[in-house]
């Protein structure tokens, strides 16, 4: 069983959808990390996040430490959002990447 | 201000060569991050340095394989004797220190053939 399992492993939402992905951990963590990976490969940092819940912009991010589970979410969604999601969990020195989700969001 | 950058962005090398990827952090960034993604797999952590020291290199997949940092700054991996499934995708993240969020360098792809 991999430590970090995310699900769904792929996703394909209409323009606007309410989206959710899950991010689900078997290791004890310092901080639990959201990133973005874009087509052409480059990764942005989304989130990190201890407890909780952070927002940016259409984006939120939640975490339940005791569950040892968290979920992104995306409002409105807009096909440039487009990209693989992945989620990372971290002691101070290193991360546990999830596989990733790809999301498709169709116009 | 300038982002975290890496170089070669591609590199292709025969098996049995030595290869060098380097890595420059973000200006006052203390803490650095090496990761391979190899075609069609995830992300895998290699080595993380803190200053120039490495207190975690439990990553790195075989004693061909060593990094360094100097001057707190740019960072080398260098790969002996590549093996083909070397080929992947190397990046390089900084951070102003270990609690604080990564900042993801564009990558190198290293191809060896």
């Known amino acids: 069983k991999n430590e970090v399992e995310q699900s769904p492993q792929n996703l394909t939402a209409q323009e606007g959808e309410f989206i959710t992905i899950n991010c689900s951990y078997s290791?004890?963590?310092?901080?639990l990390h959201w990133l973005q990976q874009h087509p052409g490969g480059g990764i942005v940092s989304l989130f990190m996040l201890s407890s909780g819940k952070k927002k940016h912009g259409r984006l939120i991010a939640t975490i339940n430490i005791q569950e040892k589970h968290s979920s992104l979410h995306i409002t409105a969604s807009h096909p440039r959002d487009s990209a693989v999601y992945i989620c990372a969990v971290g002691s101070a020195r290193q991360l546990t990447f999830g596989s990733g989700t790809q999301l498709t969001v169709l116009p | 201000g300038a982002g975290v950058s890496q170089s070669p962005s591609n590199k292709v090398t025969e098996k049995g060569k030595d290869v060098e990827l380097r890595c420059d952090p973000i200006s006052g960034h203390t803490a650095l991050y090496w990761y391979r993604q190899s075609l069609g797999q995830g992300l895998e952590f290699l080595i993380y340095?803190?200053?120039?020291?490495?207190?975690?290199k439990s990553g790195l997949p075989s004693d061909r394989f060593s990094a360094e940092r100097t001057g707190g700054s740019v960072s080398t991996l260098t790969i002996q004797r590549t093996q083909q499934e070397d080929s992947a995708v190397y990046l390089c993240a900084s951070s102003l220190d270990r609690s604080n969020e990564q900042y993801f360098g564009p990558g190198t792809r290293l191809t060896v053939t």
């Open positions: 290791v004890g963590i310092s901080a």
């Open positions: 340095f803190q200053g120039n020291s490495a207190p975690d």
